[in-house]
Protein backbone atom coordinates (compact mmCIF):
# COMPACT_ATOMS: atom_id res chain seq x y z
CA UNK A 1 0.00 0.00 0.00
CA UNK A 2 1.46 3.22 -1.18
CA UNK A 3 1.77 6.33 1.27
CA UNK A 4 -1.62 7.84 0.71
CA UNK A 5 -3.37 4.98 0.46
CA UNK A 6 -2.58 3.89 3.90
CA UNK A 7 -3.51 7.53 4.52
CA UNK A 8 -6.91 7.16 2.92
CA UNK A 9 -7.46 3.82 4.63
CA UNK A 10 -6.57 5.05 8.31
CA UNK A 11 -8.78 7.97 7.89
CA UNK A 12 -12.20 5.84 6.48
CA UNK A 13 -11.39 3.62 9.67
CA UNK A 14 -11.45 6.54 11.45
CA UNK A 15 -14.58 7.51 10.23
CA UNK A 16 -16.21 4.27 10.30
CA UNK A 17 -15.38 3.77 14.28
CA UNK A 18 -16.57 7.54 15.27
CA UNK A 19 -19.96 6.88 13.28
CA UNK A 20 -20.68 3.80 15.12
CA UNK A 21 -19.80 5.55 18.69
CA UNK A 22 -21.70 8.63 18.00
CA UNK A 23 -24.68 6.23 16.56
CA UNK A 24 -24.36 3.71 19.39
CA UNK A 25 -24.71 6.77 21.92
CA UNK A 26 -26.72 9.23 20.68
CA UNK A 27 -29.61 7.91 17.61
CA UNK A 28 -31.34 5.38 15.67
CA UNK A 29 -30.22 6.57 12.28
CA UNK A 30 -28.23 4.12 10.73
CA UNK A 31 -24.94 5.83 8.83
CA UNK A 32 -23.99 3.35 6.16
CA UNK A 33 -25.30 0.73 4.54
CA UNK A 34 -24.46 -1.90 6.96
CA UNK A 35 -25.52 -5.13 5.41
CA UNK A 36 -22.32 -5.33 4.12
CA UNK A 37 -19.88 -2.89 5.27
CA UNK A 38 -17.15 -1.69 2.34
CA UNK A 39 -13.58 -2.98 1.27
CA UNK A 40 -11.90 -0.11 2.43
CA UNK A 41 -13.72 0.51 5.72
CA UNK A 42 -11.72 -0.57 8.73
CA UNK A 43 -14.11 -1.43 12.37
CA UNK A 44 -12.40 -0.21 15.69
CA UNK A 45 -13.98 -1.99 18.56
CA UNK A 46 -13.47 -1.40 22.19
CA UNK A 47 -13.36 -3.92 24.80
CA UNK A 48 -12.89 -2.28 28.33
CA UNK A 49 -12.63 -4.47 31.31
CA UNK A 50 -11.40 -4.04 35.03
CA UNK A 51 -8.74 -7.06 35.51
CA UNK A 52 -5.32 -8.17 34.63
CA UNK A 53 -4.48 -9.33 31.73
CA UNK A 54 -2.92 -12.66 33.01
CA UNK A 55 -6.69 -13.95 34.04
CA UNK A 56 -9.34 -15.91 32.61
CA UNK A 57 -11.16 -12.42 31.82
CA UNK A 58 -8.03 -10.60 30.74
CA UNK A 59 -6.90 -13.55 28.79
CA UNK A 60 -10.24 -13.83 26.95
CA UNK A 61 -10.29 -10.62 25.84
CA UNK A 62 -6.99 -10.73 23.99
CA UNK A 63 -7.83 -14.11 22.19
CA UNK A 64 -11.28 -12.51 21.20
CA UNK A 65 -9.53 -9.80 19.38
CA UNK A 66 -7.32 -12.02 18.15
CA UNK A 67 -9.78 -14.10 16.66
CA UNK A 68 -11.94 -10.99 15.53
CA UNK A 69 -8.65 -9.67 13.65
CA UNK A 70 -8.13 -13.11 11.69
CA UNK A 71 -11.63 -13.85 10.94
CA UNK A 72 -11.98 -10.42 9.25
CA UNK A 73 -8.60 -10.62 7.65
CA UNK A 74 -7.34 -7.39 10.09
CA UNK A 75 -10.30 -5.19 8.51
CA UNK A 76 -12.29 -5.28 12.01
CA UNK A 77 -9.96 -4.08 15.42
CA UNK A 78 -10.77 -5.05 18.92
CA UNK A 79 -8.59 -2.48 21.24
CA UNK A 80 -8.72 -4.38 24.83
CA UNK A 81 -8.47 -2.09 27.64
CA UNK A 82 -7.45 -4.11 30.71
CA UNK A 83 -7.48 -2.98 34.30
CA UNK A 84 -10.38 0.01 33.95
CA UNK A 85 -7.95 2.08 31.74
CA UNK A 86 -11.19 3.32 29.95
CA UNK A 87 -13.69 2.73 32.13
CA UNK A 88 -13.39 1.67 35.91
CA UNK A 89 -15.16 -0.38 38.04
CA UNK A 90 -18.36 1.02 38.57
CA UNK A 91 -18.47 3.21 35.42
CA UNK A 92 -18.05 0.97 33.00
CA UNK A 93 -22.11 0.08 32.39
CA UNK A 94 -22.13 3.97 32.21
CA UNK A 95 -19.53 4.16 29.60
CA UNK A 96 -21.84 1.22 27.63
CA UNK A 97 -25.00 3.14 27.84
CA UNK A 98 -23.06 6.24 26.54
CA UNK A 99 -21.75 4.63 23.86
CA UNK A 100 -18.07 5.84 24.84
CA UNK A 101 -17.53 1.55 24.92
CA UNK A 102 -18.88 -1.01 22.87
CA UNK A 103 -18.13 -4.16 24.77
CA UNK A 104 -17.76 -5.00 28.35
CA UNK A 105 -17.61 -8.06 30.67
CA UNK A 106 -18.72 -6.71 34.01
CA UNK A 107 -19.11 -9.64 36.71
CA UNK A 108 -23.03 -10.64 37.92
CA UNK A 109 -22.45 -8.76 40.81
CA UNK A 110 -22.20 -5.62 39.05
CA UNK A 111 -25.07 -6.04 37.54
CA UNK A 112 -27.20 -5.92 40.71
CA UNK A 113 -28.17 -2.60 40.86
CA UNK A 114 -30.05 -2.36 37.69
CA UNK A 115 -31.33 -5.79 37.33
CA UNK A 116 -31.16 -7.49 40.66
CA UNK A 117 -32.16 -11.12 39.25
CA UNK A 118 -28.40 -11.53 38.01
CA UNK A 119 -27.66 -11.69 41.88
CA UNK A 120 -28.68 -15.52 42.07
CA UNK A 121 -24.85 -16.62 40.72
CA UNK A 122 -23.76 -15.05 43.75
CA UNK A 123 -25.68 -17.25 46.13
CA UNK A 124 -23.04 -19.10 48.22
CA UNK A 125 -22.77 -22.87 47.28
CA UNK A 126 -25.51 -22.61 44.94
CA UNK A 127 -23.56 -24.35 42.17
CA UNK A 128 -21.83 -27.86 42.93
CA UNK A 129 -19.45 -27.20 39.54
CA UNK A 130 -19.09 -26.17 36.78
CA UNK A 131 -21.60 -27.87 34.82
CA UNK A 132 -24.43 -26.50 37.19
CA UNK A 133 -23.63 -23.23 36.29
CA UNK A 134 -23.52 -23.50 32.69
CA UNK A 135 -26.93 -25.31 32.73
CA UNK A 136 -27.92 -22.28 34.62
CA UNK A 137 -26.63 -20.09 32.22
CA UNK A 138 -27.60 -21.86 28.92
CA UNK A 139 -31.40 -22.84 30.49
CA UNK A 140 -34.63 -21.20 31.29
CA UNK A 141 -32.80 -19.37 34.22
CA UNK A 142 -30.00 -17.93 31.99
CA UNK A 143 -32.39 -16.89 28.79
CA UNK A 144 -34.66 -15.08 31.53
CA UNK A 145 -31.95 -12.98 33.12
CA UNK A 146 -30.17 -12.31 29.51
CA UNK A 147 -34.20 -10.86 28.23
CA UNK A 148 -33.80 -8.58 31.36
CA UNK A 149 -30.73 -6.08 30.22
CA UNK A 150 -33.03 -5.01 27.49
CA UNK A 151 -34.47 -2.60 29.41
CA UNK A 152 -31.31 -1.12 30.50
CA UNK A 153 -30.54 -0.91 25.93
CA UNK A 154 -27.93 -3.24 26.77
CA UNK A 155 -27.49 -6.86 24.67
CA UNK A 156 -25.96 -9.72 26.51
CA UNK A 157 -24.56 -12.20 24.12
CA UNK A 158 -22.33 -14.50 26.20
CA UNK A 159 -20.76 -15.44 29.70
CA UNK A 160 -17.65 -16.26 30.57
CA UNK A 161 -16.07 -17.61 33.86
CA UNK A 162 -13.76 -16.99 36.10
CA UNK A 163 -14.04 -18.97 38.83
CA UNK A 164 -14.75 -20.66 42.31
CA UNK A 165 -14.49 -17.73 45.16
CA UNK A 166 -12.01 -18.01 48.14
CA UNK A 167 -11.89 -15.57 51.33
CA UNK A 168 -8.72 -13.92 53.15
CA UNK A 169 -8.53 -11.80 55.68
CA UNK A 170 -5.44 -10.21 57.73
CA UNK A 171 -6.98 -10.66 60.98
CA UNK A 172 -7.88 -14.53 61.66
CA UNK A 173 -7.97 -17.60 59.87
CA UNK A 174 -11.52 -18.35 58.31
CA UNK A 175 -12.51 -21.85 59.71
CA UNK A 176 -15.85 -21.60 61.12
CA UNK A 177 -18.96 -19.62 60.59
CA UNK A 178 -17.94 -17.79 64.27
CA UNK A 179 -14.34 -17.03 62.92
CA UNK A 180 -16.15 -14.33 60.95
CA UNK A 181 -17.90 -12.14 63.79
CA UNK A 182 -16.54 -8.83 63.65
CA UNK A 183 -14.67 -8.33 60.41
CA UNK A 184 -15.45 -6.16 57.31
CA UNK A 185 -14.90 -7.58 54.20
CA UNK A 186 -15.15 -5.83 50.56
CA UNK A 187 -17.80 -7.21 48.51
CA UNK A 188 -18.63 -5.92 45.21
CA UNK A 189 -22.07 -4.02 44.66
CA UNK A 190 -24.40 -7.07 45.25
CA UNK A 191 -27.03 -7.47 48.02
CA UNK A 192 -26.50 -11.03 48.76
CA UNK A 193 -23.18 -10.63 48.79
CA UNK A 194 -23.72 -8.23 51.78
CA UNK A 195 -26.48 -10.62 53.39
CA UNK A 196 -23.69 -13.27 52.70
CA UNK A 197 -21.50 -11.49 55.43
CA UNK A 198 -24.11 -10.59 57.47
CA UNK A 199 -25.16 -14.10 57.82
CA UNK A 200 -21.67 -14.97 59.31
CA UNK A 201 -21.72 -11.56 61.43
CA UNK A 202 -20.00 -9.90 59.55
CA UNK A 203 -19.50 -6.35 57.64
CA UNK A 204 -19.50 -6.00 53.83
CA UNK A 205 -18.15 -2.95 52.80
CA UNK A 206 -18.66 -2.58 48.89
CA UNK A 207 -15.55 -1.16 47.50
CA UNK A 208 -14.83 -1.11 43.65
CA UNK A 209 -12.10 -3.79 42.63
CA UNK A 210 -9.77 -1.29 41.66
CA UNK A 211 -9.80 0.34 44.67
CA UNK A 212 -9.19 -3.16 46.92
CA UNK A 213 -6.13 -3.52 47.33
CA UNK A 214 -5.94 -0.05 48.74
CA UNK A 215 -8.64 -0.88 51.34
CA UNK A 216 -6.96 -3.94 52.41
CA UNK A 217 -3.68 -2.23 52.75
CA UNK A 218 -5.23 0.47 55.02
CA UNK A 219 -7.02 -1.88 56.95
CA UNK A 220 -10.30 -0.25 55.75
CA UNK A 221 -11.64 -3.69 55.62
CA UNK A 222 -10.03 -7.02 57.09
CA UNK A 223 -11.00 -9.24 53.85
CA UNK A 224 -12.02 -9.70 50.84
CA UNK A 225 -13.86 -13.22 48.64
CA UNK A 226 -12.13 -13.72 45.35
CA UNK A 227 -10.91 -16.06 42.66
CA UNK A 228 -7.24 -16.86 42.65
CA UNK A 229 -6.46 -15.25 39.74
CA UNK A 230 -8.06 -11.76 40.98
CA UNK A 231 -6.09 -12.15 44.19
CA UNK A 232 -2.90 -13.23 42.98
CA UNK A 233 -3.10 -10.08 39.64
CA UNK A 234 -3.93 -7.61 41.84
CA UNK A 235 -1.78 -8.72 44.72
CA UNK A 236 -4.54 -9.07 47.40
CA UNK A 237 -2.44 -11.77 49.05
CA UNK A 238 0.53 -9.59 50.30
CA UNK A 239 -1.79 -7.52 52.31
CA UNK A 240 -3.25 -10.33 53.91
CA UNK A 241 -2.54 -13.47 56.19
CA UNK A 242 -5.05 -16.07 55.66
CA UNK A 243 -6.84 -17.47 53.44
CA UNK A 244 -9.70 -20.59 53.06
CA UNK A 245 -9.79 -22.23 49.68
CA UNK A 246 -13.97 -22.48 50.55
CA UNK A 247 -14.64 -22.74 46.68
CA UNK A 248 -18.30 -20.51 48.44
CA UNK A 249 -18.89 -18.92 45.09
CA UNK A 250 -18.95 -18.37 41.55
CA UNK A 251 -17.36 -15.66 39.72
CA UNK A 252 -18.70 -15.23 36.10
CA UNK A 253 -19.42 -12.62 33.40
CA UNK A 254 -21.65 -11.48 31.26
CA UNK A 255 -20.28 -9.80 27.75
CA UNK A 256 -21.92 -7.13 27.27
CA UNK A 257 -22.83 -4.44 24.30
CA UNK A 258 -25.18 -1.30 23.71
CA UNK A 259 -28.46 -2.91 21.44
CA UNK A 260 -28.24 -0.02 19.60
CA UNK A 261 -24.79 -0.01 18.36
CA UNK A 262 -25.17 -3.82 17.73
CA UNK A 263 -27.96 -3.45 15.72
CA UNK A 264 -26.48 -0.67 13.47
CA UNK A 265 -23.20 -3.41 12.70
CA UNK A 266 -23.33 -4.83 9.62
CA UNK A 267 -24.65 -8.70 9.69
CA UNK A 268 -21.22 -9.82 8.45
CA UNK A 269 -19.06 -8.05 11.26
CA UNK A 270 -22.43 -9.17 13.44
CA UNK A 271 -21.20 -12.71 12.31
CA UNK A 272 -17.59 -12.34 12.96
CA UNK A 273 -18.11 -11.25 16.43
CA UNK A 274 -20.80 -13.76 16.90
CA UNK A 275 -18.55 -16.66 15.61
CA UNK A 276 -15.48 -15.13 18.09
CA UNK A 277 -17.42 -15.20 21.01
CA UNK A 278 -18.50 -18.82 21.12
CA UNK A 279 -14.66 -19.56 20.36
CA UNK A 280 -13.68 -17.58 23.05
CA UNK A 281 -16.13 -19.08 25.61
CA UNK A 282 -15.53 -22.20 24.80
CA UNK A 283 -11.84 -21.79 25.05
CA UNK A 284 -12.51 -19.86 28.37
CA UNK A 285 -14.49 -22.44 29.83
CA UNK A 286 -12.02 -24.98 29.22
CA UNK A 287 -9.28 -23.16 30.80
CA UNK A 288 -10.29 -20.89 33.47
CA UNK A 289 -10.26 -23.66 36.41
CA UNK A 290 -6.65 -24.33 35.54
CA UNK A 291 -5.07 -20.80 35.46
CA UNK A 292 -7.29 -20.56 38.76
CA UNK A 293 -4.94 -23.53 39.70
CA UNK A 294 -2.37 -22.10 38.79
CA UNK A 295 -2.43 -18.76 40.73
CA UNK A 296 -3.48 -20.44 43.34
CA UNK A 297 0.09 -22.31 43.30
CA UNK A 298 1.52 -18.88 43.46
CA UNK A 299 -0.07 -17.79 46.12
CA UNK A 300 0.80 -20.30 48.37
CA UNK A 301 4.55 -19.71 47.29
CA UNK A 302 3.84 -16.20 49.61
CA UNK A 303 3.46 -15.55 53.17
CA UNK A 304 0.08 -16.21 53.04
CA UNK A 305 -1.34 -19.09 55.03
CA UNK A 306 -3.86 -21.02 53.41
CA UNK A 307 -6.31 -23.62 54.55
CA UNK A 308 -8.51 -26.04 52.59
CA UNK A 309 -11.42 -26.10 54.09
CA UNK A 310 -13.11 -29.66 54.70
CA UNK A 311 -16.38 -31.23 54.44
CA UNK A 312 -17.35 -30.70 57.98
CA UNK A 313 -16.43 -27.04 57.54
CA UNK A 314 -18.55 -26.33 54.76
CA UNK A 315 -21.54 -27.69 55.70
CA UNK A 316 -21.34 -25.48 58.71
CA UNK A 317 -20.89 -22.45 56.61
CA UNK A 318 -23.13 -23.70 54.38
CA UNK A 319 -25.80 -24.19 56.91
CA UNK A 320 -25.20 -20.36 58.14
CA UNK A 321 -25.72 -19.52 54.67
CA UNK A 322 -29.24 -20.10 55.07
CA UNK A 323 -30.75 -17.00 55.74
CA UNK A 324 -28.84 -15.58 52.34
CA UNK A 325 -31.46 -18.21 50.34
CA UNK A 326 -34.16 -16.42 52.25
CA UNK A 327 -33.58 -13.28 51.20
CA UNK A 328 -33.47 -13.76 47.68
CA UNK A 329 -36.48 -15.57 47.68
CA UNK A 330 -37.96 -13.06 49.62
CA UNK A 331 -36.48 -9.67 48.35
CA UNK A 332 -35.43 -10.46 44.33
CA UNK A 333 -36.66 -13.59 42.81
CA UNK A 334 -38.67 -16.18 44.94
CA UNK A 335 -39.85 -18.01 41.32
CA UNK A 336 -35.87 -18.91 40.55
CA UNK A 337 -34.94 -20.02 43.89
CA UNK A 338 -36.80 -23.38 43.57
CA UNK A 339 -34.41 -24.17 41.12
CA UNK A 340 -31.49 -22.94 42.38
CA UNK A 341 -32.77 -25.09 45.81
CA UNK A 342 -32.64 -27.90 43.63
CA UNK A 343 -28.81 -27.55 42.42
CA UNK A 344 -27.99 -27.41 45.72
CA UNK A 345 -30.47 -30.50 46.87
CA UNK A 346 -27.63 -32.27 44.09
CA UNK A 347 -24.83 -31.54 45.85
CA UNK A 348 -25.54 -33.52 49.17
CA UNK A 349 -23.50 -36.50 49.80
C1 LIG B 1 -13.81 -8.90 37.99
O1 LIG B 1 -13.38 -10.05 38.01
O2 LIG B 1 -14.23 -8.32 36.99
C2 LIG B 1 -13.82 -8.13 39.28
C3 LIG B 1 -14.52 -8.85 40.35
C4 LIG B 1 -14.57 -8.06 41.63
O3 LIG B 1 -14.94 -6.87 41.62
O4 LIG B 1 -14.27 -8.64 42.67
Redesign the pocket.
Known sequence: MSGGQKRRFRFVALVVSLALLALSGCGSQRAVDHEQWGSEEKIVITFS???AEN?P?GLAARRFANLVREKSKGRMLVEVFPNGQLAG?GEEIQALQDGRVHLIA??T??LAALFPAWQVFDLPYAFPDQEAVVTTMEGPIGQKLFRTLQRGGLRGLVMWD?GWKQMTSSRRPLITPEDFVGQRFRV?PSRVLVEQFKALGATAVAI??DQ?FRALETRQVDGQE?TPS?IYWKKFHEVQWYMTVSNHGY?G?VVLTNNLYWENLPKDVQLILTEALAETTAWVRENAGRLNERDLDHIRMGRIEVHFQTEQERKAWKAAFSPVYDYFAREVDAERIQAIRELERKQEP
Do not use: A, I, R
Request: charged letters at 15%; glycine letters at 6%.
Open positions: HVVTKDPSGKNQPFTNNLY
